[in-house]
């Protein structure tokens, strides 16, 4: 069965930094696009950022650019990203998603078909 599962939420202060994590089981995962979402109370989903399968071509929202990096271990079967620079408007749910499909809006979650559960972010004094 094919699953993923984020980890690596929790409570930070201002200016802090995580990593979350999104390991994949049931299916191997460089060979899928991967995305970082997340979703804050009461907003859409929003794509975060983005790594391809393969060559690793990754793109970021303007928001997070310079703040957010995200990376892939293929052994370990699992995406990550890295936060710096929190800021209180990162409150958000966090998902990680898997896609293959060829040609895409690699920021638009209508595009990926599997999705993790999420893990919850909180940025607060």
């Known amino acids: 069965q094919l699953q993923l599962v984020e980890t690596g939420g929790g409570l930070v202060q201002p200016g802090g930094s995580l990593t979350l994590s999104c390991a994949a089981s049931?299916?191997?995962?460089?060979?899928?696009?991967i995305g970082w979402f997340r979703q804050a109370p009461g907003k859409e989903r929003e794509g975060v950022s983005y790594?391809?399968?393969?060559?690793?071509?990754?793109v970021y929202a303007d928001s997070v650019k310079d703040r957010f990096t995200i990376s892939k271990d293929n052994a370990k079967n699992t995406v990550y990203l890295q936060m710096n620079s929190l800021k209180p408007e990162n409150t958000a749910d966090f998902y990680c998603?898997?896609?293959?499909?060829?040609?895409?809006?690699?920021?638009?979650?209508?595009?990926?078909?599997?999705w993790g559960k999420g893990t919850q972010v909180t940025v607060s004094s």
């Open positions: 049931g299916f191997t995962l460089e060979y899928y696009d």
């Open positions: 790594i391809s399968r393969g060559r690793g071509l990754t």
């Open positions: 998603a898997a896609t293959n499909r060829s040609e895409k809006d690699t920021l638009k979650a209508y595009e990926y078909d599997y």
